[in-house]
């Protein structure tokens, strides 16, 4: 099976498009040895459809002033032999591409909504999250969106599971070899850090939330300003440089990890990698791949409403011996799915799984 995958020749700028093609280039010879044949592409032409399977990395249509040209380029040159799938490599679990979803054969997600029947409501601010802000607390954007709402339940068969940016290396030099991956494109510089520090009761500081608080829209803002205003009683919450930042993560406790553009965040799995206990919005509205997850198994969720934040930190803070375990479950998990001895094979089954579905 020959399969292109288009994307920007400038992938390893955008965190999203990286992620998603990390953990394809890290096993791309195991994925060749099962018959898939696997050719990135940099622009969309006839040439294109020269396979079995086109997946289109959403990064590389960009915006809606883009999508017209492209939606009449790729229903005019698609034939029934090609299988098309979009690839929605954005970090929320929201604001569907309709019009791919349309075209497409197949539309990927790292993380989707549990109940899909969300994707057929309108959401204040593309997101269940932002809409659940502006619901209940009146917040507003100064420029306002809403998602597209999909208008057929029979697309929602369309949606499936990919897998999320956990798969991508997160350790102490990764943005390093982003950037030497970005010169010279060694296949060898894709691989997951090895280095981790065990969860341990030496760390000297119970909780660490280092954190922007300033986003255009205020609908994703809200939760991180009222997080940092809750901690700046107990801690220190502005942003430092990567090395600081790292090791104060590998030195506490505890790490809090609010929703971002999105409600996954590279913080999440550097807290895994580093041994604190993960401490997060809870997350029971998604499914992703791997499912990190797992309330009081992997993570410790508190209410999107902050209701119970005080509460919770308080609580924490004198039971760590008790709460360890959780840094010890999540830590084994991520481990097991990034330099665990079958993570490629676990990953490749399920790539394969994806594209014949």
């Not at 698609?78 to 349309?102: C, P, R, V």
């Not at 350790?171 to 060694?186: N, P, T, V």
């Not at 119970?206 to 994703?220: E, P, Q, T």
Request: hydrophobic fraction near 35%.
């Amino acid at each position: 099976m020959n399969v292109n995958i288009l994307m920007s020749n400038q992938f390893f700028r955008d965190h999203c498009s990286y992620s998603f093609v990390y953990p394809i280039i890290k096993s791309i010879n195991l994925i060749n040895d099962k018959g898939i044949k696997i050719k990135f592409i940099y622009n969309l032409n006839k040439n294109s459809f020269d396979c079995d399977t086109l997946i289109i990395d959403s990064r590389f249509v960009g915006g809606s002033v883009c999508n017209a040209k492209y939606i009449d380029f790729l229903n005019k040159y698609k034939s029934k032999k090609n299988k098309i799938i979009f690839s929605d490599t954005a970090d929320n679990s929201g604001q569907l591409k309709i019009d791919y979803l349309n075209l497409a054969d197949s539309y990927w997600k790292g993380q989707v909504l549990k109940n899909k029947n969300e994707y057929m409501s309108v959401h204040y601010g593309g997101r269940l999250f932002t809409n659940y802000y502006n619901q209940k607390f009146s917040i507003k954007d100064k420029d306002e969106i809403y998602s597209q709402p999909v208008t057929k339940s029979k697309l929602l068969k369309k949606i499936k599971l990919s897998w999320n940016m956990g798969l991508a290396d997160h350790g102490m030099f990764a943005h390093i070899k982003q950037k030497l991956f970005s010169f010279f494109r060694f296949n060898n510089l894709i691989s997951n850090t090895a280095s981790y520090k065990k969860p341990n009761n030496e760390r000297i500081q119970n909780i660490s939330c280092r954190i922007g608080v300033n986003y255009a829209r205020k609908s994703v803002q809200f939760q991180r300003e009222k997080i940092s205003k809750i901690l700046v009683k107990f801690l220190e919450t502005k942003k430092v440089g990567r090395l600081k930042y790292l090791n104060e993560i590998k030195n506490s406790k505890f790490v809090v990890s609010p929703f971002g553009w999105g409600e996954l965040c590279p913080r999440d799995f550097e807290t895994f990698l580093y041994g604190a206990v993960l401490i997060k919005p809870e997350m029971e509205t998604i499914n992703t791949w791997p499912n990190w997850y797992i309330p009081n198994k992997t993570y410790i969720p508190f209410l999107w409403d902050l209701s119970n934040f005080e509460t919770l930190l308080d609580n924490i803070t004198k039971n760590y011996n008790n709460l360890k375990e959780i840094a010890v479950n999540a830590q084994n998990k991520y481990l097991y799915f990034t330099i665990g001895n079958k993570s490629e094979e676990f990953f490749v089954n399920r790539f394969i799984k994806l594209i014949k579905i």
